[in-house]
């Protein structure tokens, strides 16, 4: 089918625009902002809280874009990580690099268990099988953050081979570094063999099991992966906000993590990056709409206008270009850059 | 983009122009009214305030009233001419209850967009920003609840206005005993599961049986549910002679309307300031035979003469009475005022120091029928105490105050400086 | 003993009413192919336009006969723009679909509506009766009873009617339906609306005795582990799985939190997945990867 190898022939560069352009656009992006040349109000505290979620997006397009397997569960493995942020930094005071250590670790195992279900059982049931690990999880939490007093539980303050992570730009540093690394490894994961046999089962899990590939194992492998990032995301997203309480891991949570991988485009990296720019500055960009309004109907709705667009640009998406915003936008950097250039040595456009 | 909360974007033109005519004008008789500080959030003309409240989340009913308080008394002030010249622009920023974006308006206002003051923000929040609230220097006049985080240890920049929990307790458990009359009160509980849940829970059961009562149960009731089918059971199964509740408006309708389905009828109720909504009783008008809210605000319509410059206000803010007819009107009014107070303390050179400077200084600030008085000291920040009880009245739908605030000033132990219960005792009341 | 049993009536009671929204579910995703995540979003709307066409109407049986007639055609409409372009699409894209239709449907209801929750004084009344010791809610025995009539009209339904025999001939053999004659298309979008339907007297129920709040979306939560804990694969699987579900609940609610309600359901559905797939009155079929 044309369509679907133009679009294989898409998605190379658009890792590379991941790698390339956009990420160190974000980076510009937050240095312009400390310096105070604000975009829409956007702040490095909303550029380090869009990284954090950048790491859950990723987590969320190798299990759904790269493997076809579906999760609602990450919301329960924020908890996760909030609650193991609490276990290994404040009460067995251990140094915040070993958290995210044994966060990433225990995340795999629990995200291996989780994913069990998924070897014998199709989409639904599975996808079920999440949604049951949220609800768990989050009761998990709450009995396990009652332990710590009424104030939900508190974290340490952070630092890296000495260095404090005490303000704003540190975390920034931070979280742009451990960014890159998941980015990069997540990048090469999908190049390379094991993101072939990825795609495989994803597009013919019969034909890629006939072919050898030992499907069970790969897709506990993969949501062991997944979840173990989550779960990093969710220690980050603990110490960064200082204090957790049961409130914040909402289902709400993890269905904009979908609504990011999908409006973005699932199945490549710069799909979520592109996802999560949305989902950061449209909330920022209805704010200022309606500031300009200054008040009426529209001032007063703007939290209901942001999930209606959500909500539909998934269904828009979905319907009409399954490959999501950052194809739609690779297809007209194509269109803008790449053929007039060519056009003029004769080739055919 | 900012907004002055009194003109809409074609009238801000004309206000600017003419509040520099005014401030050219004071120019000729006092040389200092040129100063500004943009890292105080002081122009020349204008200073500004920031406030992140709840405006579209779950809980807007609570905090929507607030909002509208603050911006209301601020508009007034700014028809009389501003505060020593100056306009004030009351900019707010929507947090739906989420902490990241709670967080994110927070130090949007110490930095971004500086205010000269800031005030909004729940409990989970508050707990989020705590340590950078003690790191800068913007006054944070209170929200319509104080965090445990936010006082302990002693917060330089955080003013408390809100009653805390334990003070509501301490009053609704001598009151509603003393209203039973009742030498062994066997009393149940409920609350969501939130902090201040826990809070109002424990300090109730120990409050209970100081009293010489029992706790028959604590029932802990979720956002959402579809019905309390188990607590109205329990309910009626143990007859308990009080409930003493706290949650959430609609957890709170849920419940009256399990109650009346088991047939539960002329339960006294006493409830934490955040139920203090008549829609609450409405929903099941046969369960409940008296509804009594523990409260240190009182609703502008309650509280006779001194209500009425709120309502005044509200009305030119083209306000509805579900709006502000409540307490939390009265709770973002009295905020307002009082950083207006220390603002205009500060004179013609306002800083976020010289702002606090004054907020140390004020000294028994006179609310009337409104709030009991607002006292601050270098070293004692927590502003508001006094608690006294709120009768529904079924038929007008409104809260009516039950005696003075100084009626119920022996059952306070000041809980959260001396974080001991031990002086309460259930006689307390005058 | 007797709060037991109170708290079982309250359980089929509350439990009956997930299995109407269960059986919907069902019967979109045995006709059509797709779980409909914005399930839950059908109750609370209808919960929602009943208040306000009471206060247009005036009458609240009125009222409640309109909202059963306008929700259905919703769900048609809502079927032809948005579920018909996605059948056959994988689950992965019909899934996100319903959420997002979800994600809208509720941010809808809160631009509409506003936050606060509402309330609807309908025709169930709020007392409760004494039998014996136990005390049961009268509105628990209406909703009880209502379900069963809603149970025993759809059984009719599928059985007498040629419109029923047609939904059951293609949600069992699509292709040998198609061939004998039957119009899929046309069948789907019937499903649909007998599922908005069902999910609007689910609605109705709700508003005559609880609060009506953007919250009773929240309902489809607990529905789908009902859905399949009876299976997925029966019309009668649902209705047993809403009202072991519903009970469940009411006990975890009783015996140890209202928290650990949710979790206690959720680890008994994940106990099914892994040990019996297809449900309890649900048939061995292709649910097995």
């Known amino acids: 089918m044309t369509a ?108 291996a268990v989780v994913g069990l279900p998924s070897l014998s059982l199709k989409g639904l049931y599975a996808l079920l099988a999440t949604l049951a690990f949220h ?159 200054g008040s009426g109907w529209f001032y007063d709705n703007k939290d209901g206008f942001n999930n209606v667009v959500f909500g539909l640009a998934i269904i828009l998406i979905i319907v009409l270009r399954p490959g999501g915003l950052a194809e739609m936008s690779m297809i007209a950097a194509r269109a803008a850059l790449v053929i007039p250039r060519r056009a003029p040595a004769g080739r055919d456009a | 983009m900012k907004i002055n909360s009194t003109f809409g974007r074609t009238a801000a033109v004309p206000a600017l122009v003419g509040g520099l005519l005014l401030a050219s004008a004071c120019g000729s008789s006092s040389s200092s009214s040129s100063f500004s500080s943009p890292k105080d959030g002081v122009s020349a003309t204008e200073i500004t305030i920031g406030m992140s409240s709840d405006v579209t989340g779950p809980a807007a009913s609570n905090y929507l009233p607030y909002t509208s308080g603050v911006k209301a008394y601020f508009d007034a002030v700014n028809g009389k001419g501003g505060i020593n010249g100056r306009k004030v622009n009351v900019v707010v920023l929507d947090d739906q209850s989420q902490a990241p974006k709670g967080v994110s308006n927070y130090r949007r206002f110490v930095t971004q967009t500086p205010a000269l003051a800031f005030t909004g923000l729940n409990s989970t ?108 059971r329990d309910v009626a199964d143990k007859k308990p002679d009080m409930l003493i509740a706290h949650g959430a408006t609609s957890t709170a309708q849920v419940t009256m309307k399990s109650l009346a389905k088991f047939g539960v009828k002329n339960l006294p109720i006493g409830t934490a300031a955040v139920l203090q909504d008549g829609s609450v009783p409405a929903t099941a008008p046969g369960v409940v035979n008296s509804y009594y809210a523990f409260n240190c605000y009182t609703a502008p319509g309650a509280a006779g003469a001194d209500g009425e410059p709120l309502i005044a206000a509200a009305k030119a803010a083209g306000l509805e009475a579900k709006v502000y007819d409540r307490p939390e009107f009265t709770q973002g009014y ?22 606090q ?52 000033a022996g059952c306070l132990t000041n809980y959260y400086v001396t974080r001991s219960l031990d002086s309460w005792n259930k006689d307390c009341i005058k | 003993m007797a709060s037991f049993i109170q708290d079982i009536v309250s359980g089929i009671a509350t439990g009956s009413i997930y299995g109407l929204v269960a059986i919907g579910l069902v019967l979109v995703y045995k006709s059509t192919g797709v779980f409909n995540f914005a399930h839950g979003e059908f109750v609370a709307l209808s919960a929602f336009l009943l208040t306000s066409l009471t206060a247009a109407l005036g009458a609240g049986w009125l009222a ?112 040998a339906s198609i061939l004998s004659g039957v119009n899929a298309s046309r069948i789907y979008a019937v499903a649909f609306g007998v599922g908005a339907l069902l999910a609007a007297v689910a609605g109705v129920l709700l508003a005559s005795t609880s609060v ?65 797939p297809q449900g309890i009155l649900g048939t061995r079929e292709a649910m097995r990867a």
Not at chain 1, 257 to 282: D, K, M, N, Q, Y
Not at chain 2, 343 to 351: F, K, L, M, N, S
Not at chain 2, 383 to 388: L, P
Not at chain 3, 104 to 112: E, K, P, S, V
Request: include cysteine; hydrophobic fraction near 55%.
């Open chain 2, 125 to 232: 929040q508050q707990s989020a920003v705590a340590a950078q609230s003690r790191a800068n220097n913007l006054p944070f006049v209170g929200s319509i609840v104080t965090g445990a985080d936010m006082m302990k240890p002693f917060n330089k920049n955080f003013y408390s206005l809100a009653c805390t929990y334990p003070d509501q307790a301490e009053v609704a458990v001598a009151f509603m005993v003393e209203q039973l009359g009742l030498a062994a009160p066997r009393i149940m509980t409920s609350q969501t599961p939130v902090a201040s849940g826990n809070e109002w829970a424990s300090v109730v059961k120990e409050l209970v049986q100081k009293a010489g009562g029992t706790l028959v149960a604590n029932h802990v009731t979720e956002y959402g549910a579809l019905n309390e089918d188990v607590f109205g």
């Open chain 3, 212 to 276: 009506v709040s953007v919250q009773l979306s929240n309902l489809a939560l607990i529905a789908f582990p009902a859905v399949i804990i009876g299976g997925i694969s029966s019309v009668q699987g649902a209705i047993v799985g809403g009202i072991l579900v519903g009970v469940l609940e009411k006990l975890a609610e009783a015996y140890a939190s209202q928290q650990a309600a949710i979790a206690v359901v959720y680890a008994v559905l994940l106990a099914v997945l892994l040990l019996r």
């Open chain 2, 334 to 355: 009295t905020i307002a005022m009082v950083m207006a107070k220390a603002i205009e303390g500060a004179g013609d050179r306002p800083t976020r120091d010289a702002v």
């Open chain 1, 4 to 111: 679907s190898r133009w679009v294989a022939r898409v998605r190379a560069p658009a890792a590379k625009v991941a790698a390339g352009v956009v990420l160190p656009l974000l980076a510009a992006g937050g240095v312009w902002g400390i310096q105070g040349g604000w975009f829409l109000h956007i702040s490095l505290l909303d550029v380090n809280f869009a990284l954090i979620t950048l790491l859950a997006a990723l987590a969320l397009h190798l299990l759904t874009g790269r493997a076809g397997l579906i999760s609602i569960g990450s919301a329960g493995f924020y908890a996760l990580g909030a609650a193991l942020g609490g276990l290994f930094g404040t009460r067995l005071e251990l140094p915040f690099l070993a958290v995210l250590a044994l966060g990433l670790a225990v995340g795999a195992l629990v995200g």
């Open chain 1, 135 to 293: 609800f768990i999880a989050v009761f998990a939490y709450l009995e396990y953050s009652d332990t710590f007093g009424y104030a939900g539980i508190g974290y340490p303050p952070v630092s890296v081979f000495g260095y404090p992570i005490d303000t704003d730009i540190a975390w920034y540093g931070l979280l742009m570094a451990i960014t890159i690394l998941v980015v990069y490894a997540v990048g090469s994961l999908s190049r390379g063999r094991q993101g072939r046999v990825l795609v495989a089962i994803r597009d013919q899990e019969f034909a890629a099991a006939a072919a050898g590939i030992n499907v069970g194992v790969t897709k506990v492998k993969v949501y062991a992966l997944s979840s173990a990032l989550t779960t990093l995301a969710g220690i980050l997203y603990a110490y960064y906000l200082t204090t957790t309480t049961v409130d914040l891991f909402t289902l709400d949570l993890a269905i904009q993590l979908i609504a990011i991988i999908v409006i973005g485009g699932s199945s490549t990296v710069a799909g979520s990056v592109v996802g999560v720019a949305i989902w950061t500055a449209l909330p920022k960009l209805i704010e200022t709409l309606s500031n300009q309004a």
């Open chain 2, 357 to 408: 400077q004054q907020l140390d200084k004020l000294n028994e600030l006179d609310n009337g029928a409104l709030s009991p008085a607002v006292t601050f000291s270098p070293d004692d920040h927590v502003g508001i105490a006094g608690v006294r009880p709120y009768k529904y009245n079924p038929s007008s739908g409104a809260f009516e105050p039950v005696g003075e605030f100084d009626d119920y």
């Open chain 3, 64 to 175: 409640i006969v309109a909202v059963l007639v306008i929700v259905p055609i919703l769900g048609v409409l809502v079927h032809y723009l948005i579920i018909r372009p996605m059948m056959g699409k994988p689950l992965l894209a019909t899934v996100m679909t319903t959420i997002g239709l979800g994600l809208a449907l509720r941010a809808l209801i809160l631009i509409l509506y506003g936050p606060d929750p509402r309330q609807f004084d309908g025709p169930i009344p709020s007392n409760a009766v004494d039998i014996g010791s136990v005390r049961i809610a009268v509105s628990d025995l209406l909703t009880i009873g209502i379900a069963v009539v809603c149970l025993l009209l759809f059984g009719l339904f599928f059985t007498r009617s040629s419109l029923g025999l047609q939904m059951r001939a293609v949600a069992n053999q699509m292709e």
